[in-house]
């Protein structure tokens, strides 16, 4: 059998992934069947796990990778990038991330290992808020555990009302962020 580049690997891996999201966006993690993933992927059952191992590692790869892509949006362009970035996400695929949340709720072992899933994100996104709050952005006056349960509190209440398919003001949770943590 003929060794397969990296370049194609990743270029298969990102297929699944997007084709994955699309099923979960549509169907739930449980309504996403095995025969769904097939369809929405384009790959068959085999090609589909030998990079996953189960439906639930794919899943898992895909909420793990948003929370990712999140604190690194946070890192490079700020938390009004971050908002911004929720405003415009699917309902669909919010409703996803319902589902992720509802697992952890009633999952020690995943809570656990959802909370070990980056430690070096947490750091630097820790160390970033530190240094917002040293340049005066943040208040001074509030520990930084604080500020960062209160932005994310601010995404997960932003997130309710996108997957519950309200509109959210952007620009205007935007200003009252910066008014809430201005010095």
Known sequence: ?????????????????????????????????????????GLSRGAIFSYFPSKWELFYALASADQERIGRLWLEEGFESVVRATGEESPEWV????????????????????????????????????QCQRDGIYRADLEIEAIGQFLGLVLDG??????????????????LVRDALSP
Do not use: C
């Open 1 to 41: 059998m003929p060794k397969v580049s990296e370049a194609h690997r990743e270029q298969r891996r990102a297929q699944i992934l997007d084709g994955a999201r699309r099923a979960f966006a549509a169907h739930g993690y449980d309504g996403a069947t095995v025969v769904e993933l097939e369809r929405e992927i």
């Open 95 to 130: 409703g996803v991330y319902f589902e992720i949340m509802r697992m952890l709720r009633t999952d020690a072992t995943l809570r656990e290992r959802w909370a070990q899933r980056n430690p070096e994100l947490h750091v630097q996104v820790t160390e970033h808020l530190a």
């Open 158 to 175: 932003m997130t309710v009302h996108v997957g519950a398919g309200f509109p959210v003001d952007v620009e205007r949770t935007i200003a």
